[in-house]
C-alpha cells in the first residue's frame, strides 16, 4: 500500500479550503451580506466539507476545527473576497470555477484520508464524494441559494468519478502523488467541461404538459 | 433482553432506505432534475436518516457509507424513479405514502439499533424518531420544499410512537420480530389516516388578525 | 486548570436549550405551524446546537439526546411558546432577544466542555461558537427563514468573542463561575446593543449599480 505523503494532503486541503471560501464568499457578497456574513459563508463552504469527512470517518474533533492552518486559509478566502471581488454579474460563473478546483483537491484528499484509515474501498469513494460535495452544499443551503449539486450540468459525478479512479489506483499499487495530482486535474477538466458545453445528463420524461405541474 | 435478529434489522433497514429514496427520487422528478440530481436526492433521502442515526449513537463510518446493499437500495430507487415515475401531478400524494412506509421501517429500525447497543431508553425514542424523520427534513432542506415534518398532519408523531412502543416493548420483554414488524405496520397505518383524514393537531391561537402578520 | 463544576454547566445548558427551544417555537408559530410543528421547531433550536457541539468532539451519544433534563428543557419551551405567545408582529424582535440570551449561554458553555475535554485552545473558541449559533442556523434553515447569523447585526461576533474569552481567562488560570458568567452576560449584552442599534459591519463596495444584480 503506498500512499503518498501527508504534504501533498495537506496542499490538496489547503487549496481546497481556500478556492471553496472564496466561492463562499462571493455568495455572500452577491446576497450582499456584510463583512461577517461573508466570514461565515466563507468558513462553512471551506471547512465544511472536511467537517462532514471526518465526522464520517470517526476523526474527532475534525481537522477543520483544530487545524489552524486549515482554519486561516478559510478566513483569508473571506478576507480576500470581502477586499477584492469581481462585479456582482459574474459572481455565479466565477463561483462555478472555484467549485470546480474544490471538487477536485477535495474528492482526491476525502478518498485519500479514508484510505489512509483503512476504510473499505465503497466508504473511500462515498466519503471522497461527500467531501467534494459538502462544502458547496452547506453554503447553498444555508444562503437559501439551489443547491449547485441539484443544477442541471454534471456536478456529482466528476467528484465521484475522481475518488473512484484514487480507489482505484490504490487497489491497483499505481498511487503516487503524480496520480493523485492528475485525478484532481482531471475532474477539475471534466467539471469545467461540463460547464462550459452545458452537459448535463438526461431528464426524466414528462408526463404531463409542463404547464400543468404542481406548484 | 430479547432482540430480532440482525436479519429483520437489514429487512426494516432496506425497505426504509428504498422508499425514501423512491420519495427523494420523486421530488427531484417534480423539480425536472436530470438523472443525477435524482440520484443525490434518491441517496440523501434514503440514507440520510440512518447515516444521522449511526453519528448519534457512534458507528462510524455510518453503514449507510459502507453496506453496499444499501447504498444498492438507494441508488436502485434513484433509477427506478427516473425510469417509471407518474405523472407530476400525483407526485405529492405519493411521497406522503412511501414517507409513511419509511416512517414506520425506519422508526423501529432505529430504535433496535440504539437498544443494541444498550443506549439508555430515552436515547432510543429519540434516535429512533430521528432515523425516521431524518432522510425526508435532508431531502427537503436540499430541494428548498416545506419540510414534510413542519406540514400539518401528525409527520414526527407516529416515529416517536412506534420508537416509544419499541422501547417499551423491550422493557416489557415483549420485542419479538411480530412485535417489531407490527410496531411498524402501525406507524404506517396511523400516518395514513393522518394524511386521508388530513388529521393535525391544534394551531396556535392567533392573537392579531391574519392580514397583519409579519412577513 | 480551574475549570467551573458541572453545576454551572448544566444551568447554562438549560438557560440556553429553552431560550433557543422558545426562540424556535416563536419562529414555528409565525409560521403558523400546528402544535407538534412548534415542539419539532423548538427541540431542534433548542438542542441543535448542543447537539452539533458533541458530534465535533466525540461526545456520543450527545447529551441533547440522553439527559432528560435537556430535552424536557426544550419540550417545555416548545409548549409554553404554543400556549402563551405574543402578537405575531412582535415575535421577530422577541426571537433577537432570546438568541441573544441563548448565544451567550452556549458560547461559554461549550468552550468550557470543550476545555473539559482538553480540547486544543483553537477547537474550543470554534466549538463554543458553533454550539452558540448552530441550534438557531438550523432552525432558521429547517423553517426557510433568512439566517439570522447571516442578517446584518452582529450575530456570531458575539459568540466568538465570548468563547475566546473564557478560553483566554483559562489560560490565565482565571476561569472561575464568576468569570463563566460574566462572559454570557457580555455576549448577551454586545448582541443587544448591535440589535437595538443596528450595528452592522461593513458591507463590500458595490462594483455595479444595485439595479443591474443578477438574480
Redesign the interface.
Known amino acids: 500500500m503506498i500512499l503518498p505523503d501527508a504534504r501533498l494532503q495537506l496542499v490538496l486541503d489547503l487549496v481546497g479550503v481556500l478556492v471553496f471560501a472564496i466561492s463562499g464568499g462571493l455568495v455572500?457578497?452577491?446576497?450582499?451580506?456584510?463583512?461577517?456574513?461573508?466570514?461565515?459563508?466563507a468558513l462553512v463552504a471551506g471547512l465544511g466539507g472536511g467537517?462532514l469527512r471526518d465526522?464520517?470517518?470517526?476523526v474527532?474533533?475534525?481537522t477543520g476545527?483544530?487545524d489552524?492552518r486549515l482554519?486561516a486559509a478559510g478566513a483569508l478566502g473571506g478576507v480576500l473576497t470581502?477586499l477584492w471581488?469581481?462585479?456582482?454579474?459574474r459572481?455565479?460563473r466565477i463561483v462555478k470555477v472555484l467549485d470546480a478546483a474544490g471538487l477536485g483537491a477535495f474528492c482526491v484528499s476525502g478518498a485519500l484520508t479514508a484510505l489512509a484509515l483503512g476504510?473499505?474501498d465503497?466508504?473511500c469513494v462515498?466519503?471522497g464524494t461527500?467531501s467534494a460535495i459538502g462544502g458547496g452544499?452547506l453554503r447553498d443551503?444555508?444562503?437559501?441559494e439551489?443547491?449547485e449539486?441539484?443544477?442541471?450540468e454534471?456536478?456529482?459525478?466528476p467528484a465521484a468519478l475522481g475518488a473512484t479512479l484514487v480507489v482505484g489506483a490504490h487497489e491497483l499499487d499505481l498511487l503516487g502523488p503524480g496520480v493523485a495530482l492528475g485525478c484532481a486535474a482531471l475532474v477539475f477538466g471534466v467539471r469545467m467541461i461540463a460547464v462550459v458545453l452545458d452537459l448535463?445528463?438526461?431528464?426524466?420524461l414528462?408526463?404531463?404538459p409542463p404547464g400543468?405541474?404542481?406548484p
Do not use: C
Open positions: 455572500a457578497v452577491k446576497k450582499q451580506l456584510d463583512l461577517f456574513g461573508v466570514l461565515v459563508l467537517v465526522l464520517l470517518i470517526g474527532v474533533p475534525p476545527v483544530t489552524w482554519v470581502f471581488h469581481p462585479a456582482f454579474g459572481i455565479s476504510m473499505p465503497l466508504t462515498i466519503v461527500l452544499m443551503v444555508l444562503a437559501r439551489v443547491p449539486v441539484l443544477t442541471r454534471l456536478y456529482a459525478v448535463n445528463a438526461p431528464r426524466p414528462r408526463t404531463q400543468t405541474i404542481e
